[in-house]
């Protein structure tokens, strides 16, 4: 299958530094999302990006399919956006490939 | 907002026995996923089911899993006679169109742990 590859694989962070977060993948994907994993296991989808930019508040994302990478940017970081954070593809097929993942600690 | 729920949040489960574990997908979606995180790892896809049947599986989902949807709302997965290794959360997610096409919408997990 499709590989996917998270870097770094753990962030520490001051609160209010912006930090920037990637994904790589081995093939071309029809999907791909990002989710950030809460302190409680639940993963909150932040972004649906196949291609292009998006921005949501602070957090904006860029995906260059032909490059086959995605980046997650996180601005003005909060104690709150500590977890980690994942991408996860769909190549062919429905199933989701996710990454191995980044950890953010913010600190205050 | 419409979202994924799942029930129960936590089970503990002695090796060998049958355990179920349910969601209910948002209402109008047509596609249904299970997948598991093993504690510190990443999320794997177990299964996809759609028009009530599995449209997909991995290596994981082996004879001991199997998935139902026994009425119009709800979407189970039963794994027959449990395993140390199967202590994971387990997490439902839906769609209205195939993965390849759109947001999957994930539940907030099953923890399982098996003693």
């Known amino acids: 299958g499709i590989q996917v590859e998270q870097s770094p694989p753990d962030l520490i962070l001051q609160e209010g530094a912006n930090s920037t977060l990637r994904c790589n993948f081995s093939d071309s994907v029809n999907n791909l999302q990002w989710f950030h994993q809460n302190p409680w296991g639940q993963l909150i989808n932040l972004f649906y990006?196949?291609?292009g930019t998006k921005q949501n508040g602070r957090l904006s994302a860029t995906t260059v399919a032909t490059e086959r990478y995605s980046l997650l940017y996180i601005s003005s970081s909060q104690t709150t956006d500590s977890g980690v954070y994942f991408c996860?593809?769909?190549?062919?097929?429905?199933?989701?490939?996710f990454g191995t993942g980044t950890s953010l600690t913010v600190i205050p | 907002e419409p979202e994924v729920t799942q029930t129960p949040s936590h089970q503990v489960t002695q090796m060998g026995q049958e355990v179920i574990l349910r969601c209910v997908p948002i209402s109008n979606h047509l596609y249904f996923y299970w997948y598991r995180q093993i504690l510190g790892q990443k999320v794997e896809f177990l299964v996809s089911?759609?028009?009530?049947?599995?449209?997909?599986k991995s290596e994981i989902f082996d004879d001991q899993f199997s998935v139902e949807r026994p009425d119009g709302s709800n979407f189970t997965l039963k794994i027959r006679s449990t395993k140390l290794e199967d202590s994971a959360m387990y997490f439902c997610?839906?769609?209205?169109?195939?993965?390849?096409?759109?947001?999957?919408?994930f539940g907030p997990g099953t923890r399982l742990l098996v003693l």
């Open positions: 997610a839906s769609s209205v169109l195939g993965a390849r096409q759109e947001t999957q919408y």
């Open positions: 996860a593809v769909v190549a062919a097929g429905n199933q989701f490939y």
């Open positions: 990006i196949p291609s």
């Open positions: 089911f759609y028009n009530n049947e599995i449209s997909e």
